[in-house]
């Protein structure tokens, strides 16, 4: 499978050489789960928006530092490519920040949230199971970093998990669009530098907690297994009605 990465930011220098780029650390957790897969990168946050939905076979957008409401020309480009995938019905996995700008270009609402500050691991409950998920758990905990929140939902839209913090944490937009807040390409150690970093933009309580919360399991590969099983089901559901 050949999956299209739309970057939308990059990682800290102070910090790529230790962790790498973006590219780097989405390849690094896919092609441990499936050694086949293939990326190609388009570096959105420079403007390079694709030009072609069938450029790859399914799509996957990055975090951000930048918000889905920041109004800059390359994020209001962005969202008129999701909605042309949408158009096609091209698989599309956003993760984080590209979660975000898939529910608001779809119609729904993303806000700053009041609760604030998300770091460290968010520990989720399964709200609803799908036929993707497989191996099945009842529960998702991954790396967080951030503060906007997905507030309502775009039309077709279902909440698969949830907690108090993040209402809609994971959610399924027909048959082809996934939505993510948390992010599975980021490890304990890339967290834990991250949040060292933004001291100081994140209060020193908020980091403490986060920093605290890393000694608990993460579900990254299990997440990477979910979204791998929901682009190839959402491709084989297109091949099918071809």
């Not at 780097?24 to 694709?50: H, S």
């Not at 969202?79 to 698989?91: H, I, Q, S, Y």
């Not at 698969?160 to 994971?170: E, I, K, M």
Request: with cysteine; charged share 25%.
């Amino acid at each position: 499978m050949r999956i299209g990465l739309l970057q939308c930011d990059d990682v800290d220098e102070k910090l790529q050489p230790r962790h790498g780029n973006y590219p780097e650390m989405f390849e690094r957790l896919f092609t441990r789960v499936d050694p086949t897969l293939e990326f190609q990168v388009w570096r959105c946050l420079d403007g390079e928006i694709p030009g072609d939905v069938d450029a790859v076979d399914a799509w996957l957008t990055t975090g951000s530092k930048y918000g889905a409401n920041d109004g800059d020309e390359w994020i209001e480009a962005l969202g008129g490519f999701v909605r042309e995938l949408w158009a096609a019905g091209k698989p599309l996995v956003g993760i984080c920040f590209g979660h975000q700008v898939i529910a608001k270009a779809l119609g729904g609402e993303v806000v700053k949230s009041e609760r604030g500050w998300g770091v460290g691991m968010s520990f989720n409950r399964l709200t609803e199971r799908a036929a993707w998920m497989d191996p099945w758990q009842e529960g998702l905990d991954l790396v967080v970093s951030h503060q906007d929140q997905v507030s309502r939902l775009p039309a077709g839209a279902v909440v698969l998990a949830a907690s108090d913090f993040c209402p809609v944490y994971v959610m399924q937009v027909g048959e082809i669009f996934l939505g993510v807040q948390g992010h599975p390409e980021f490890s304990k150690a890339y967290s834990a530098d991250l949040m060292e970093l933004r001291r100081g933009k994140i209060p020193g309580n908020r980091v403490r907690e986060g920093q605290a919360s890393l000694n608990a399991p993460v579900d990254d590969q299990l997440m990477v297994r979910w979204i791998l099983n929901f682009m190839r089901q959402a491709l084989n559901r297109r091949a099918g009605q071809r």
